[in-house]
């Protein structure tokens, strides 16, 4: 069982990155999926989530900016991050979980699956 996330890299501000998850050994149906971030020195947080059912949740530092979207069919959750500040550098995992709704699911420990972190670095 695993979550791969990928995409990460450097870009200047105002670009553009998109983040897919990967599940393998597991179906990502009936699972809410979340991205988090940790940027140095600050505590992870979660900046998006999207839940079985395609709803969508987002940070309000965000919103606007970024989309997350599933595709079941490849088993793949993605993270469009658009207008990108330099405050968005972080290091981003996605993780899933099967028995708690994004409404209900805002900290990392509370991940059924986790995946490593792909690092986002934005230039200003």
């Known amino acids: 069982v695993q979550l791969q996330a990928s995409g990460g890299g450097l870009v200047q501000a105002g670009g553009s990155l998109r983040l897919p998850c990967v599940a393998s050994?597991?179906?990502?149906?009936?699972?809410?999926i979340g991205w988090f971030r940790q940027a140095p020195g600050k505590e992870r947080e979660r900046v998006s989530c999207i839940s079985g059912g395609g709803s969508a949740y987002y940070a309000d530092s965000v919103k606007g900016r970024f989309a997350i979207s599933r595709d079941n069919a490849k088993n793949t959750v993605s993270l469009q991050m658009n207008s990108l500040k330099p405050e968005d550098t972080a290091l981003y995992y996605c993780g899933a979980n099967r028995g708690l709704r994004c409404s209900k699911w805002s900290r990392w420990g509370l991940s059924d699956y986790r995946g490593q972190g792909t690092l986002v670095t934005v230039s200003s």
């Open positions: 050994g597991f179906t990502l149906d009936h699972y809410a």
